[in-house]
């Protein structure tokens, strides 16, 4: 039976097959056939792809601070990362969120992709981005908040729900989309959501997933999911967190 890290590797793999290959030092994966606007939209560096690309198929798990002030956020982000979480989200209705995303920044940026969630607005990427954020994730598709993320150079994820709401959110050159909230729909919805989008697009499960349910998402064949309370709840302490992180890398790569 393939460990869920065969099953992530298999995926990815999929991808390359569909016109996908390694390239770089670090062998991170991008898409080289095809017009330049499927993939990386005009605005987003070759870079900032590829490395996003690298980190989230080693470990398709990002890491959601709700409620993360900046005064723990250091040893938080410390943990994170010795377990080997490197995508971190700072929700911007957490205390402070643009401090706490700078701190984040400045002490992990050069070995985590640190951005915000809960992004509303074209000011609100202005400011992620001002304080080194790369990272843009919405609950919506809003097109300004999609066009803005890429003219300033950060990956975006919006939130989706439907064919419609993918479709539009891709057009407007995301393609990185956040199934959400993932446990309204389940694993069957995204499978066949999964099936229709484009290769190049990927797909995220947010909301109601836990390492207990792992399993079924992977297996609907999303790219990655995004994890809450299972790893941070306000208040937790950076040895609670790695713990929490420890037990869903563990799980990843059983």
């Known amino acids: 039976v393939p460990t869920l890290r065969e099953r992530i590797a298999r995926i990815w793999t999929g991808k390359r097959d569909h016109g996908w290959q390694r390239c770089g030092q670090a062998g991170v994966l991008d898409r080289i056939s095809g017009p330049v ?4 939209p005009v605005g987003i560096s070759l870079s900032v792809v590829t490395e996003f690309s690298h980190v989230l198929s080693a470990m398709p798990v990002i890491a959601i601070l709700r409620g993360i002030r900046p005064d723990e956020v250091s040893s938080v982000g410390d943990a ?3 377990a ?7 929700p911007m209705n957490s205390p402070e969120p643009l401090e706490s995303i700078r701190i984040l920044a400045e002490r992990l940026g050069d ?6 969630g809960t992004v509303l607005s074209t000011r609100d990427v202005d400011n992620v981005a001002d304080m080194g954020g790369r990272l843009i994730v919405s609950p919506n598709t809003d097109t300004d908040v999609i066009r803005r993320s890429l003219e300033k150079g950060c990956i975006v994820i919006p939130g989706v729900a439907t064919a419609t709401e ?4 891709y057009a407007q050159g995301a393609r990185y989309l956040k ?3 993932a446990s309204t729909y389940g694993p069957s919805h995204a499978a066949a959501l999964r099936a229709v989008l484009p290769e190049d697009a990927h797909l995220l499960a947010v909301g109601g997933v836990e390492p207990g349910n792992f399993e079924h998402w992977l297996g609907a064949g999303v790219d990655g999911v995004g994890i809450g309370s299972e790893i941070y709840r306000p208040g937790d302490d950076a040895v609670t967190v790695s713990s929490k992180a420890t037990a869903v890398v563990e799980v990843v790569e059983a």
Do not use: H, M, Q, Y
């Open 37 to 40: 606007s499927t993939t990386r």
């Open 80 to 82: 994170l990362s010795r």
């Open 84 to 90: 080997g979480i490197r995508i971190i989200e700072v």
């Open 111 to 116: 070995k985590c992709v640190i951005g915000a």
């Open 166 to 169: 993918a479709f539009d959110a």
């Open 179 to 181: 199934l959400f909230p």
